[in-house]
Every structure is written in C-alpha cells, then in structure tokens.
C-alpha cells in the first residue's frame, strides 16, 4: 500500500501548483465573456471547488482508515470500474494543458520558428513523470513553496506598474447569463479537487488537515483572482485577445528597458510548474492503470502513453481551436460530472462516527 | 585471502615453514632467537611496516633473557605462554591460535612471535607503518576555523576523531572490505544518538559486495549509494576530522577507509555542499549571506552560459538593448555558431582545467599564460572566438568554484544545459529543469530524500540549510536524520 501524502504537501500543491495553468489561456478566455467582471465566474468556481474540496475533506475526516480504503471495502471489486473511468478522464484532462503549453512554448521561448518538433521532448518529460510516484506530486508541492511565491509576487509587483484597476469598473456589469455561460463553459481549468483526489483519498487525516488543506486552496484561489484582476487592469479592453496571460503581464515594467526581460525569468520559473501540471494528469493515468493492471509496468505504460500523446499532439496542434471548442464548449459536462459531481459522491463513503482525536502533525 | 583455517602444530620449523609457505614474497621476514636455555623462537613481519628498535627491546632482548621453566625436563605449555606474556610488556600483545589469522596479522603490519612447542602465535602491534604528516586539505582551506585533515592512516583518522569526540558512546566498528587489500573500513557513529537503522544499512551495504580490492573510499561511496549511476552525490565527502564529527554528532554515520584521506557521511543532502566549516566561526548573519551568494554562484554558473547561447539563438529580448548590440557587434563575424562558439571555450576552459591540476607546479605558470592569455587573446583577435563568450565562460568556471564540493556535478550540468540551449533554447532549459527538480525530488539514500529540508519541507531544519541560525536556534537535531537523541542544545544544564 503506498504511503500517505502529508496534508502539508497537498495544501501547497494547491497553494502553488494548482494555480499556474489558471493564469495561461484562462484569463484571455475569461475576458472575452465578461469583460472587466472576469473575476467573478472565476471566483464562482472557485468557492464551488473550495465548497466541493470541504465536503470531500469532511468525507475524508468521517470514518476510519483512508476514504480510499473505505471505498475499496464498499465498492469491492467495482472500484475498479472507478479506476478506469478516472484513467480514462485524465488522460482526456490532460490533453488541453498539453495543447496549451505547445502553444505557449512556440510563443513565448521563441523569437524564431522552431521546428514543430521541438516541443516533442516535453513528452520525454511526460513519460518520466509518469513513472513516478504520487509522492513525486507531494514533494513537487513543497517544492514550489519557494517557486511559486517569488515567481508570482515579481510579476505581479511589476505588473502593477502598469496596472489600472479603474478598468475593472464598474463591478458587476456583466448580463448574468453570461457570467453562467462562462462559468459552464471553463469548468475544465477549475476542476482542481478532480487533481487532489488521488492525494486526499489516501491522506491519513489527523488533526487540522482539514483546515491546512482548505487554506492551501484558498490562498491559490486568492492567487489566481489577483492574478485576473492585474491582469485585467493591465490590459483592459484588450484582455481577450492576449494570450498566456504570465508570460506577457509584467512586459510594461519600465526597469526592462534598460536590464532586458528579466521578468521572462520569473516567467521560466513558472513555466517549470506549469510543465508540471501537464504532466500531473497524465502520472495520475498511469497509477490507474497500474492499479487495474498491478504487472504492467508503470514505465512501459508510462512509454506508451507519452508516444501515443506525443503522436496525437503532432497530429493535432494544426487544429487546436476546434479541439479546444470541442472540449470547452461540447464536451464539458464530462470535467462536470469528473470534477464535480462524482467527487460529490464520495459523501457517500463516510463511516458515520467522527474519527478519534489524532496527535496533530 | 581463500585458505582453509588450520591450526598451528607447536613445531617452529613446520609453524614458520607453513607461514613462508603463503608469505613468499622477499618483503616477509623472519628473526630467529632462542631464550636463555635453548627454546627457539622467531619473529614474522613484513620489512618496512614494523618498528624493529622496538622489536629488538622489548621483544628479542628480555625474551633472550629469559628463562623457560621446565617439568622434568619437558616445557611446561600454560607456564610457558604465562611467562611470555609476562616477559613481553607490550601494550598490544595478544594470541591467535590458527594460521590464517596470525598471517593476516602480519599483512597488517604486526609481528608474529613463534614459539617452539607452543601451538599459538602471538601478535606482537609493532606496526610503523609509512605515513605522512596532519595537515591542512588542498580541497578544503578554511580561513578560520581548524586546519588540520585526515591522512590515509586509518588509525591517525580515527585518533583525530576520537580526539573531538571524547565520549564513550562514540562506536567504531570496523569491517574488512576487498578480497585482496583487505582494506579496513570503520564506520562511525554515536550510540544513542544516530539512528541505528542507518548504522545496521551501511553495514549491510559494506558487507552484501565482494570486492576485489578498496584503494579510496570512492569505491565505498559507490557501495552507500543508493543510486550508483546519479548525476548527484547521495554520500557526503569530507578531508578535515572537525567537519566529520560535527556530522556525527548531528546524528550522521561516519565511514573512514583505510589509505584514504577522504571520509565518507551519511545521509546526504544536498544543502551540505552549500555549507562551508567557516560559516560556524563568522556571525549567523554573514554566513547567511555566504550561503546565498554560493547558491546564486551555482545557479549562474551552471546556467550562465545555456542563457547566453539560448538569447543569441532564440530569445534576444533576455538581453537588454545595450547588450544586444555590444554581443551583436563581437560575434558578427565569428565562424562559428554561438552554440558551438560556447562549447569550444568551455571546452578550452576544461581542458585547462584538467591540464592545471595533473601538470608540475613549475610548468603551471607557463600554462596560465598560453592558456589565458596566448590562446583566449589570440583567439579573439584572430576571429575565432568573442570577448562575451569567453567572458560568460570565465565568470561561470569562477562562479562553480564558490562550491567546490559540487564542482564535477555542477560542471556536468553545464554540459547539459549548453547542450539543451544550443538545441532547444529556453524550452530546453525550462524543461531539463523541470526533469531535474522532479528527479531530485524522489531521490533518496537511506530513506533521506537529498532536497530535504526543502523537499519534503522541515521548517526546523532549515535553520542551517541557506539559512544559518545561531547557535542558540539550533536547539534541536536534523528531524531528517530522525535521531532518538533530538535535543542537541540545553540552556542552564
């Protein structure tokens, strides 16, 4: 049975990791619905997952053992059935971070043309990453505690340089249906608890993980609302068409004319997050199938998953927008139901009885 | 040595005839003497590694003197032995009774005392073996602080050890490694304070290979190792005795080999290699500030020039204007693309390298200037290579010596990283980082992963990591090294 991830490492992967991929294309996608009022579907989604992430912790916290303990003595040999379902769904859940990252690669690392095979050693990355562990995912978590915050604080300390959050206003403007819309339509970026499942049902609780977690969450949450509303003011009317939001929002910084893009420096530091989280999904897959086939190995199946991506993203990259309408506007209720509604069903696993009292970490 | 155990027979002539027999070579020895009334007995040892004054006066003279008593004209065995033992007064004086034995005695440098009669041999710890004085390790020069090192004398080592540790729950156990050098290999450590499961695994890994031979402790680190093919250290490296029992006494194990100056730690983290034996004697403030600047040294080192070569190719925005212009106006017309324009100067900086520390001190000099001067000034002025390049070269090769412990992983990695940058640009440094940190962050040795305190997070480690609290702050020892001793510092005890 693998060990359990400290909470600790769970609520800093939330904390640090989780918000990354949020402030690529999301923004840009975000300000093209609602315009100065972005920050509130995302902070709709956000408080549905913080509220979602509270009730699977309470899950967590009610009954004995790990919840994926207790899922596997109900379920039985049907958890299986769950294994390959979530195989399956993130390995249909990584696909857009991969796309994403390709495209961000070629606009931001290059002020030449690469070759379209550049970016296909990223799934060198992929297929090492997946052979790990999921403590690798914990450990990456402390990790980007001193990545993440230095990182994130210069570019939105530079940013603000040329922010203007008069642009913002006035709040709330934007047609409720819209709002929703956009909040239906990007259910796929914020399907954070979908990424923390596989850490929080094996997590042991003890006293006050609860609360670490929630807080790593919310501190991320809190993250990426600032991070929309800079980036906002920063560029106002023109948000919509500005893509990979962190690697432009500081470029306005006046120091830079004179001591060159170091801000693309702390852009490169998290870029090695976000590669990272690309390949979260996937590690997650490969686990899966190394649960329903315990004598395959993780490499080999690892191996193959990142040849059969590396083939899909090289055939496919020439027609990313209608991959990503095909993902983000038809077949998002399948990041609803994954992220939302079968995390929910996990209620169903609590023991009972509140757990005994444990010795705080 | 594969022999089979045989006990000695009591006859001299077939006792010595039989020692001879496996120690042919010319180097072994033999002194014969008989005692006042007629028993005969002989000396063994290997020319050149015993003291023979010693010998001489405290073995041969009273044993010739003396006189064996006798039970109606036979020689009593038990009196016999008694009064040898009393006769000899050596502080290692001690019996072996098979063959085998006494002759591992002599190949360790002691002498055999054969007695006619008598079926044991006794092992006489004249050893005076060739050895060079204590002084200060080239690889680790301190300002301040101590400066004396270990030799290749294991029992110096383990008298300069026990000298800073003068407590009896420092335990040296020592195993005997390679099939033919039969290298002496102490493991130390503090009972009561370092874990025992680290001590019974390096013991376990010392003993599940069989070695040939064990000339350095290289090849005991290669056998503590986790790992034996990473890029990274996972077994700590250190030539002065002040470091290695302060890691001892933090709750580490210590391994000293025999011929080898250089003594190994475990668990390893990377942080050590930041920290200097200095960094204990200047105020917590200063030593901070040390450590980051050797951290910032090893990042520009190894990165430096992947970032130079990645902004010319593919990312000219990293450079500021100013900047670009001046690069621009050296490499206009170089023959050579930056990419390999940067590999044939680290190149030339390697290779002096390697040049500099094998060549005679005298010739050295003259290096330095067809080196630095003939070749980088010529170079440049023929065309051949830029002022930027070989100056981002220079810069990274001073940068990389801030942390001479990491020298060969940091220099390997800048290998990398051109290699990556020339191809790729900042993607492939992005990315190889990414493998990196992901790599390190799973790797482990004794269960220790090596990023610790950083990863997995130990707030209280951390206080001698970059940071360096004051002494009062370090109350506690390394959780990392899980010590069933934690506290190291009491007020008012």
């Known amino acids: ?361 | 040595m594969n022999m089979k155990t045989t006990g000695l027979t009591g006859n001299l002539q077939k006792d010595v005839g039989a020692v001879k027999n496996i120690l042919s070579a010319e180097d072994v020895l033999t002194y014969d003497f008989t005692t006042e009334n007629g028993v005969a007995c002989t000396l063994v040892y290997a020319d050149g590694m015993v003291n023979k004054q010693l010998l001489g006066e405290l073995v041969a003279r009273p044993l010739s003197a003396l006189t064996v008593q006798k039970d109606g004209g036979k020689v009593a065995l038990s009196a016999l032995q008694t009064q040898i033992a009393t006769t000899v007064r050596f502080p290692e004086f001690k019996t072996k009774p098979t063959l085998q034995e006494s002759v591992q005695e002599v190949l360790d440098g002691n002498t055999l005392l054969l007695v006619d009669t008598l079926p044991i041999a006794f092992i006489v710890g004249a050893k005076l073996l060739p050895v060079r004085a204590v002084m200060e390790p080239p690889t680790d020069v301190a300002v301040k602080g101590p400066r004396e090192g270990f030799i290749e004398d294991i029992k110096t080592n383990m008298a300069l050890v026990r000298k800073r540790l003068k407590t009896p729950e420092l335990q040296m156990d020592t195993v005997r490694l390679g099939k033919r050098s039969d290298t002496a290999v102490v493991v130390c450590y503090l009972q009561g304070t370092t874990n025992p499961r680290f001590v019974e695994e390096v013991k376990q890994k010392l003993q599940n290979v069989q070695l040939d031979n064990v000339p350095s402790s290289s090849y005991v680190s290669a056998l503590l190792s986790s790992r034996p093919h990473t890029l990274f250290r996972t077994v700590g490296t250190t030539e002065k005795p002040d470091i290695f029992t302060a890691k001892i006494a933090e709750g580490r194990v210590g391994v000293l080999v025999d011929g080898s100056p250089i003594a190994l730690t475990a668990p390893f983290i990377l942080t050590e290699d930041l920290q200097s034996s200095e960094d204990y004697f200047i105020s917590p403030f200063m030593a901070t500030l040390f450590r980051l600047l050797r951290l910032i040294a090893l990042f520009v080192a190894v990165l430096l020039p992947a970032f130079y070569v990645s902004a010319q190719l593919f990312k000219m925005q990293l450079l500021p204007l100013g900047l670009i212009l001046t690069v621009a106006s050296s490499v206009r017309e170089l023959p050579l693309s930056p990419a390999l324009e940067m590999f044939v100067v680290l190149f030339l900086l390697e290779t002096l390298k390697e040049a500099s520390i094998r060549m005679p001190k005298y010739v050295g000099m003259s290096l330095s200037v067809v080196g630095a001067l003939v070749l980088g000034e010529t170079a440049v002025s023929a065309g051949f290579l830029s002022t930027p390049a070989i100056i981002v070269v220079a810069f990274s090769g001073i940068c990389l010596y801030t942390v001479p412990n990491f020298v060969e992983t940091g220099s390997l990695l800048r290998w990398l990283y051109l290699l990556v940058a020339g191809g790729l640009g900042t993607f492939g440094i992005v990315l190889l980082s990414t493998f990196l940190l992901c790599y390190l962050f799973t790797l482990e040795n004794f269960s220790v992963p090596v990023l610790a305190p950083f990863s997995p997070l130990l707030l209280t480690d951390m206080k001698d990591s970059v940071v360096k609290y004051d002494l009062f702050g370090l109350k506690q020892r390394p959780k990392l090294l899980r010590s069933p001793n934690k506290t190291r510092l009491k007020k008012g005890d």
């Not at chain 1, 408080?47 to 109900?74: D, H, I, N, P, W």
């Not at chain 1, 049907?78 to 390959?84: D, E």
């Not at chain 1, 970026?189 to 993980?209: H, I, M, N, S, T």
């Open chain 1, 1 to 361: 049975m693998q060990k359990s991830i400290p909470a600790r490492q769970i609520a800093l992967f939330s904390a640090c990791v989780l918000p990354v991929y949020k402030m690529l294309e999301l923004p840009s996608l975000l300000a093209r619905r609602t315009n100065g009022d972005l920050w509130l579907p995302a902070l709709l989604q956000l408080a549905l997952q913080f509220a979602l992430l509270c009730a699977v912790l309470y899950a967590v916290k009610r009954g004995e053992g790990t919840l994926l303990s207790r899922m596997q003595a109900k379920l039985g040999k049907g958890l299986y059935a769950v294994y390959g379902l979530y195989a399956v769904f993130y390995l249909f859940y990584a696909v857009l971070p991969i796309l994403d990252l390709e495209k961000f690669t070629y606009a931001v690392f290059y002020d030449t043309a690469p070759t379209s095979f550049s970016f296909g050693f990223f799934f060198l990355l992929l297929a090492f990453v997946g052979c790990k562990r999921l403590k690798t995912v914990g450990r990456f978590g402390d990790g980007a505690l001193f990545i993440f915050p230095i990182a994130f604080f210069a570019l939105i300390v530079m940013a603000f340089s040329a922010c203007d959050l008069s642009s913002l206003l006035p709040v709330a403007k934007t047609p409720v249906q819209d709002v929703v819309s956009a909040v239906r339509y990007t259910a796929m970026p914020f399907c954070d608890v979908a990424l923390l499942l596989p850490l929080v049902l094996r997590l042991e609780y003890q006293k006050g993980d609860g609360k670490k977690i929630a807080v790593g969450y919310g501190v991320g949450a809190i993250c990426s609302l600032l991070f929309l509303v800079v980036f906002y003011g920063v560029f106002s009317t023109s948000a919509g068409r500005e893509h990979y939001a962190f690697s432009k929002i500081a470029q306005y910084f006046p120091a830079l004319d004179v001591v060159g893009r170091v801000d693309l420096l702390f852009v490169y530091l998290l870029c090695i997050l976000a590669f990272f989280y690309a390949c979260v999904p996937f590690l997650y897959t490969v686990r899966c199938v190394k649960r329903l086939a315990p004598k395959f190995s993780p490499c080999l199946s690892s191996g193959i998953l990142a040849v059969v991506a590396f083939v899909f993203t090289l055939f496919c990259n020439k027609y990313y927008d209608a991959i990503y309408s095909l993902f983000g506007y038809r077949l998002y209720p399948v990041f609803w139901v994954f992220g939302f509604i079968l995390p929910l069903l996990l209620l169903f696993f609590t023991g009972g009885k509140k757990r005994a009292t444990n010795a705080s970490t």
